[in-house]
């Protein structure tokens, strides 16, 4: 059973609750165990480095240190709290003097930031830990018939993390080719959901949002898997103003990767969040062929 | 009275690139440490360990060896040569107590001037900082010279 | 090895000369003290500082010196070795010495340019001094070695800078053998249409020069060829060439073609049509090819593959016939002089920028794939056309630096690629007068004679100049006007703005990269390339046509990215250099070389395997290894590894090295224990 230390970020907590859920339980059933961090902060989402980046490191350097004290690698569902968490590490991990100074603050709550332990997405879990071989022995509803396309958003490929290969990278794909699914490769799945532009530039966000959706869309996509609670949101709960704004009819559901795993894994849709959606997820079973026996 | 201890550092460059790069910095008048006196000889490949304890048996308190990038030594691989010596010279070294700043090879090409002043600069400070080596207390003298562990290379 | 040195033969007469550069070196190391110091060393018969030691009167005092005072070894404190150590060197043998009596100390470069502080200057330049003096009494009187030239040269590579070098070497009637690993020499050049500024034929203008190369008395041309190995040294190289099987017989076949226009077989041609367009299985890459004797591609050919078909030979209308299945590679070895590598360079795969859609998008075409496309003689007869090959692209987009000024990729700008990406504005323009072309590009390089007036015609045919790097080749389209076509994501610099650019063609302009076998070759023939590939040339500015490697010149694209008359340029100096050499007939070779003494040698063969040049070798009956003078560099590594310290360093002995140490360390007290509290040395 390999353990790691668990921060689910904010969104997790209400708005993307089924990310949660749907994690816990696939994990689960991988023999991967998800500690939640204890007392774990906010990770200062996107804004707070553009406000103070030494207090913004200190945040993130605060949960470093707390899965340090676990000797716990730590694992990020949400794609912006992983590009913090990444970066705070190898930051403070070159840079001692700045480390050290952030240590005075940490010392108050009796933790150290050492720079012993990695930070990781969780899809990256399912990638590289499990690997899509082992992922496929556990499939007992491979979801045939569906098409899923698999949009990466941008902070988990964008700034190039471990001189992996960020302008054409297969491993999303390849999760949903285990789950059973087809894969639909749409040219815009690198590209970014508008992110938090939607609460200050609502207009160049929305229509952000039109783009990928309309590229899954002519690509033949039935269903949008996502890696990131604010991706998620964004495509999802704002697709009424994008057909507002731009007249357009999409009906897109966007759920989790790890929803659609779960589904595959044979789990119960209300043990995964699905139900709950802006967007109807109906589609997704109606085109799932009807399951061989065996 | 007291004096700032300016450490002798005696080099060993090669006439085709490092040698070439010291050049280039009194060309370009780059304004570094004169700590570093320079021997020079064709090949880093031509640098026999016992000339390295020999400078600092003679007082020197580092040695620097430089050479061509791999890949770049005019002599096809004396370079490399030169780095399988230094490691294993290296672990001689610790096992007499002798820090390891001061003995350092480095790889400069003819172009890198500036770059080799840099190097030197650093190492004079390092040097600087340790104090003079005074081989004979701390080699000969067994002044409770410890060995230093090596970090794998 | 002995840690004590050898007594000296007899006493020693130096003469030290500390010169003041002017006052590049007084201003701030005092010349004055260091030559009166100098005197206390029990060596020193004579000190003196001047003015300026490399003028005429300053040589004149050394020779002067030698003859009255009877000087045994000559130090001169001044600038770098590489300045001046010929020029004292000189001096010394005039003076009667033998020049190798003679060491510089090094206060310019290494001293009196590098700090201010007159105090710490001086003390090193003592040391300095200390040092050559202490060295120069171990040096021996040593002998350049006379080398002959062999008057034949090798050139390797028959694009058209290994063509301007033959042809050069060979007009001047000296003899060449041309080895070129394809089956017709011509290289890159005569796959292009046109040539910038110019717009020249390039074939009309290289193939007068290929047939030259042909008829020449002096050129041994050896085609579908390849170097396997270089023995040897400057003057004497073994060379061993592989001759490849062309399955045809020279001797009888009269290139009529017969036996390609009867080959059922075809397969995609790679190589000389870029992908673009068929060959058949028996071919000549191109036809104005020399030589003109076609070749059987034996990974395609149906007899090789399953003993079947034969229509060539069936079909070969010479007596006896031409064709030859039995035929074998042959092994030549060639004794030449001089070696000129003009190996060319390849493009770099831009499939490494995925974001480009190459391969994945249809049609997105490189720049050679375009060059073969217009070429009149190519797959489409010149007509521009995507891929489906009908269809006439009414926009085009020509991307310039793709893998060029890159930090991911290479750094380095290539040199050609703006003028050639102008060159193709030009053709899409004449060819299809109504169609938008775009430029995309981060600086416009156009250096050369007519360059940037044909820049100028460019802006004037009504060339669309986007001034920004390409972020993305895209066909996922967002708005109607964008379906169907390839969009250019661009930002245009000079507007501030990003453009989708909608165009039906995109070309790319990829880097100019070295051959992938660089390496490999490099380290053939004994010199080096760079961390990007391309030779070393022996000095950047002053020698680019020579290596570190006697013997070995390098001319064209095989030393860095160049233009077609640049590259002209280079092979005729290599040219010119080797003319000069042979024309000498024999050349003096330095006599720093290593030397074994056999009675002390164990014969534990350390240094054997050590030598980068093969230069020592095992005489089994003596037990001993012995250096071959004639292929030792001087290195010394051999000298170093020695357990037994019997290997000497001519002009880097152990002696003369110790001794320099000691003399480097004259004000450092070590060899007695320091009282403790006591001052430090200063």
């Known amino acids: 059973m390999k353990k790691f230390a668990y921060f689910p970020g904010c969104s997790l907590e209400k708005m993307a609750s089924s990310y949660h859920k749907s994690a816990l339980e696939t994990t689960k059933a991988y023999d991967i165990e998800l500690q939640e961090l204890d007392d774990w902060n906010c990770c200062g989402a996107t804004t707070y480095f553009h406000v103070d980046q030494l207090l913004a490191h200190t945040l993130v350097a605060r949960n470093l240190a707390l899965a340090e004290k676990e000797r716990l690698d730590l694992v990020a569902p949400c794609s912006a709290c992983y590009k913090n968490a990444f970066f705070t590490n190898k930051v403070l991990k070159d840079d001692p003097d700045l480390a050290e100074h952030i240590n005075f603050a940490l010392e108050e709550d009796d933790l150290q930031f050492n720079g012993e332990i990695d930070v990781h997405h969780l899809i990256e879990i399912f990638a590289n830990e499990v690997g899509p071989d082992m992922l496929k022995k556990k499939i007992k509803n491979p979801l045939k018939g569906l098409n899923i396309a698999a949009y990466y958003g941008c902070q988990i490929v964008r700034p190039r993390k471990n001189g992996e290969e960020i302008e054409n990278p297969q491993y999303f794909e390849d999760i949903i080719s285990a789950m059973g699914a087809e894969p639909t490769y749409f040219p815009e799945r690198l590209r970014c959901c508008g992110g938090s532009l939607i609460m200050t530039s609502r207009e160049a966000a929305l229509d952000m949002v039109r783009i990928l959706l309309q590229s899954a869309e002519k690509n033949g996509a039935h269903v949008i898997a996502t890696a990131c609670p604010l991706c998620q949101v964004n495509l999802e709960c704002y697709q009424e103003q994008v057909n507002e704004e731009f007249g357009t009819d999409f009906k897109m559901p966007i759920l989790y990767f790890t929803q659609l795993l779960g589904l595959a894994l044979g789990l119960s849709p209300k043990k995964l969040g699905i139900g709950i959606e802006l967007v109807s997820a109906t589609p997704v079973f109606s085109k799932l062929l009807p399951k061989e026996a065996n | ?153 | 090895m002995n840690d004590t040195k050898s007594p000296l033969e007899h006493e020693e007469k130096v003469g030290v000369y500390v010169c003041h550069c002017g006052t590049n070196i007084s201003k701030v190391v005092d010349v004055d003290d260091v030559a009166k110091w100098a005197e206390n060393n029990p060596h020193v018969e004579i000190s003196r500082e001047y003015k300026f030691m490399c003028s005429s009167l300053g040589q004149e005092l050394i020779e002067q010196d030698i003859k009255e005072k009877g000087l045994t070894k000559i130090v001169v404190a001044s600038c770098s070795p590489h300045m001046h150590e010929g020029t004292f060197r000189t001096a010394t043998e005039n003076g009667g010495l033998n020049p190798f009596m003679f060491e510089m100390a090094n206060i310019r470069e290494h001293d009196s340019w590098i700090t201010d502080d007159e105090e710490a200057a001086t003390q090193k330049a003592k040391a300095l001094v200390n040092a050559a003096i202490e060295r120069v009494v171990h040096h021996q009187p040593l002998e350049e070695i006379p080398v002959e030239i062999n008057p034949n040269t090798l050139v390797v590579g028959g694009g058209i800078a290994g063509i301007t070098a033959a042809l050069e070497l060979a007009d001047g009637g000296n003899h060449v053998y041309l080895v070129e690993r394809e089956p017709s020499i011509g290289g890159h050049m005569a796959q292009l249409d046109k040539t910038f500024p110019t717009l020249d034929c390039s074939a009309c203008i290289l193939t007068p020069k290929m047939v030259d190369v042909d008829h020449h008395p002096n050129i041994t041309l050896l085609t579908w060829s390849e170097v396997e190995k270089m023995d040897g040294y400057m003057g004497n190289f073994e060379v061993t060439v592989r001759k490849k099987a062309r399955c045809v017989i020279e001797e009888h076949c009269t290139g009529c073609g017969i036996c390609i226009e009867k080959c059922p077989f075809q397969v995609v041609d790679e190589v000389f049509e870029a992908g673009m367009g068929k060959r058949k299985v028996i071919y000549r890459p191109f036809p104005q090819a020399v030589p003109k004797y076609p070749v059987i591609d034996k990974e395609n050919c149906a007899f090789f593959l399953k003993g079947t078909c034969k229509a060539c030979e069936k079909f070969c209308p010479t007596e006896p016939n031409s064709i030859d299945f039995e035929q074998e590679d042959e092994i030549l070895k060639l004794q030449v002089g001089n070696i000129i590598l003009a190996t060319g360079f390849e493009l770099f795969d831009v499939k490494r920028i995925p974001q480009y859609g190459y391969g994945k998008l249809e049609n997105v075409f490189t720049s050679l794939e375009f060059e073969r496309m217009v070429n009149a003689a190519g797959p489409t007869e010149g007509k521009i056309v995507l891929r489906d090959q009908k269809s006439s692209p009414k926009s085009v987009a020509i991307v310039h630096c793709v893998g060029s000024r890159d930090e991911n990729y290479h750094k380095y700008c290539s040199k050609v690629c703006c003028m050639y990406s102008l060159k193709f504005a030009h053709l899409v323009h004449e060819r299809i007068p109504d169609a938008e072309v775009y430029n995309c590009y981060i600086d416009m390089r156009t250096p050369g004679k007519g360059y940037e007036e044909f820049y100028d015609r460019l802006l004037k045919e009504g060339t669309n100049f986007i001034r920004g790097k390409v972020a993305e080749v895209t066909d996922s389209a967002r708005t109607a006007e964008e379906e169907g076509k390839l969009i250019v994501q661009v930002e245009d610099t000079l507007i501030g703005r990003q453009r989708r650019v909608p165009v039906d063609m995109v070309i790319l302009s990829p880097a100019i990269e070295a051959q992938p076998d660089s390496k490999e070759v490099s380290q053939l023939f004994k010199m080096g390339c760079d961390f990007e590939g391309f030779f070393i040339e022996r000095h950047p500015k002053l020698d680019p046509i020579a290596t570190m490697t006697e013997g070995i010149f390098i001319a064209g694209a095989c030393q860095g990215p160049k233009d077609v008359p640049d590259t002209v340029s280079q092979g005729a100096a290599a040219a010119s250099r080797v003319a000069s050499l042979i024309s000498r007939g024999t050349v003096m070779m330095e006599p720093i070389r290593a030397s074994i003494n056999e009675d002390a040698c164990s014969g534990c063969k350390i240094c054997n395997n050590m030598c980068p040049y093969n230069a020592i070798e095992f005489i089994e009956e003596d037990g001993v290894s012995r250096v071959v003078t004639a292929l030792c560099q001087g290195c010394g590594t051999c000298v170093a590894a020695c357990p037994s310290g019997v290997i000497t360093g001519a002009h880097f002995t152990n002696d003369q090295l110790i001794s320099q140490i000691e003399g480097l360390l004259w004000d450092m007290r070590e060899l007695e224990p320091v009282p403790a509290g006591k001052e430090e040395k200063k």
Request: glycine fraction near 10%; aromatic fraction near 8%.
């Open chain 2, 1 to 153: 009275m007291s004096v700032q201890f300016e450490p002798v550092i005696v080099g060993f460059l090669c006439n085709w690139c490092s040698y070439r790069a010291a050049d280039l910095a009194g060309t370009a008048r780059i304004k570094y440490a004169p700590n570093l006196r320079p021997i020079r000889v064709m090949c880093s490949g031509r640098v026999d360990p016992q000339f390295v304890l020999k400078a600092l048996l003679n007082g020197a308190d580092g040695v620097l060896i430089a050479g061509c990038h791999p890949g770049e030594c005019h002599y096809v691989n004396g370079n490399i040569k030169a780095l399988r010596r230094f490691l294993l010279l290296k672990k001689t070294l610790a096992q007499w107590g002798i820090e390891e700043e001061r003995v350092q090879l480095l790889w400069a090409s003819a172009s890198e001037g500036i770059y080799l002043a840099e190097k030197v600069n650093t190492m004079t400070e390092e040097l600087r900082a340790l104090g003079p080596l005074r081989w004979h207390d701390k080699v000969l003298g067994g002044n409770g010279a410890q060995p230093i562990p090596v970090k794998e290379v």
